[in-house]
């Protein structure tokens, strides 16, 4: 008798009882690989042969030839393709990765129902239900988050434009204020609070800051001079005085600076500051 032996997927022999025997003795061959010899139909662990039990029914086999090995399953790919696909479109990857994993995972699993040797429909069941949430799910979360930060973001941007503005006024003050004191120690009545120096239109102003070199028609453009009202302050006024006056550009707040120098942010709603009220004088035109 001529025995085929079957170990870890390589085929080997033919092989005599002896010699079979002696492999099995020395270990070279386990009693739980699989073994054929002419007359069966199938493949059987090698230890059924040491009683000379085991012979199978049905037609025999060609001879010489020994039967294929028993088929064994495999996982579709494309059912590992849609769970690796899912849940990347639920760590960041949302739609690029969820729509190719839903696609996978049905592909998948109709190609295990057509063929029985195919393994891998929970992978792919798994798949899908990553590759839904991603699709159905996550645009609506994100959507709500959205819709939840976008009153922070729009917020968090008006106060960015206020302190620009802020920034922007303190400069006009600043320039304003340096020729006041120039004025006074030229003895120029031309230079200083518009009232001092007799201005009577916002034009007076700029022409006194930009023919005097205190900032550029540049400048007054970047600092948004054209939307500031402009106080007609005097040098005894008190110190509380509104020089400059702005509206935010959503209208919702108001930049105040006064003669002294110092700035605020008005807002609606807002706490008294403590302060008392500006005192609030006429404004140029």
Request: charged share 15%; with cysteine; hydrophobic share 40%.
């Amino acid at each position: 008798m001529q025995i085929f032996i079957n170990k870890m997927g390589n085929q080997l022999g033919p092989f005599s009882e002896s010699q079979a025997a002696e492999m099995l003795k020395s270990g070279q061959v386990a009693g739980t690989d699989l073994a054929w010899s002419e007359g069966m139909e199938t493949w059987k662990p090698l230890s059924s042969f040491m009683q000379f039990q085991s012979q199978a029914g049905g037609p025999p086999a060609l001879p010489g030839q020994p039967p294929a090995l028993p088929s064994q399953r495999r996982t579709e790919p494309l059912s590992i393709w849609a769970l690796v696909l899912g849940i990347l479109s639920l760590v960041g990857c949302s739609l690029l990765a969820g729509i190719p994993a839903v696609i996978c995972g049905h592909v998948g699993l109709g190609r295990i129902k057509r063929d029985p040797s195919l393994d891998g429909k929970g992978i792919a069941v798994a798949g899908l239900i990553t590759g839904y949430l991603s699709v159905l799910v996550l645009p609506f979360i994100i959507g709500i988050l959205a819709a939840l930060a976008l009153p922070a973001f729009v917020t968090a941007k008006e106060r960015a434009k206020e302190a620009q503005m802020l920034s922007n006024m303190r400069q006009l003050v600043l320039a304003i204020q340096s020729a006041e004191a120039d004025g006074v120690a030229n003895s120029n009545p031309k230079l200083g609070f518009p009232a001092d120096a007799k201005f009577t239109s916002r034009a007076q102003v700029r022409e006194m800051l930009v023919g005097n070199n205190y900032v550029t028609s540049a400048d007054l453009h970047r600092l948004q001079f054209d939307k500031t009202s402009i106080g007609n302050v005097s040098v005894v006024d008190p110190p509380d005085t509104i020089l400059l006056q702005a509206k935010s550009e959503n209208g919702k707040s108001t930049i105040t600076f006064l003669k002294d120098g110092s700035g605020r942010i008005e807002r609606p709603g807002r706490p008294p500051s403590g302060h008392p009220a500006p005192r609030t004088p006429a404004f140029l035109e």
